[in-house]
């Protein structure tokens, strides 16, 4: 299995910028699909954005599509987002998600492995 620890998050104003980490080992990570979801307070979680296992297509959801930008380093086996034009709504604690098998990249259930989050905080 893969172990899985985001790191990046904190507090930025409304507008700012983060970026998030996601450290892996354990196993090969060139074999995994990588996706990062969000849980925000009150909220279920839900998908954020997914790259397949050589990093060639990405996939976001519409509401952080054009601000934030998923990519990987397979030879360093992290998967970063970097978050640009924050808005309040980001708030949340972000997780990444490892799985050698998706078929809907967008679906919880599809990744075996998590780590144990990050809290992302943007003030207006």
């Known amino acids: 299995q893969v172990q899985l620890v985001e790191s990046g998050g904190g507090l930025v104003q409304a507008g700012g910028s983060l970026r998030l980490s996601c450290a892996a080992s354990?196993?090969?990570?060139?074999?995994?699909?990588m996706a990062w979801f969000r849980q925000g307070p009150g909220k279920e979680r839900e998908f954020v954005a997914a790259i397949t296992r050589t990093g060639s297509s990405t996939f976001y959801a519409d509401s952080v599509k054009d601000r934030f930008t998923i990519s990987r380093d397979n030879v360093k086996s992290t998967v970063i987002l970097q978050m640009n034009s924050l808005k309040p709504e980001d708030t949340a604690v972000y997780y990444c998600a490892a799985s050698t098998v998706v078929t809907d990249v967008a679906g919880e259930d599809q990744y075996a492995y998590w780590g144990q989050g990050t809290q992302v905080t943007v003030s207006s």
């Open positions: 354990g196993r090969t990570f060139s074999n995994y699909h």
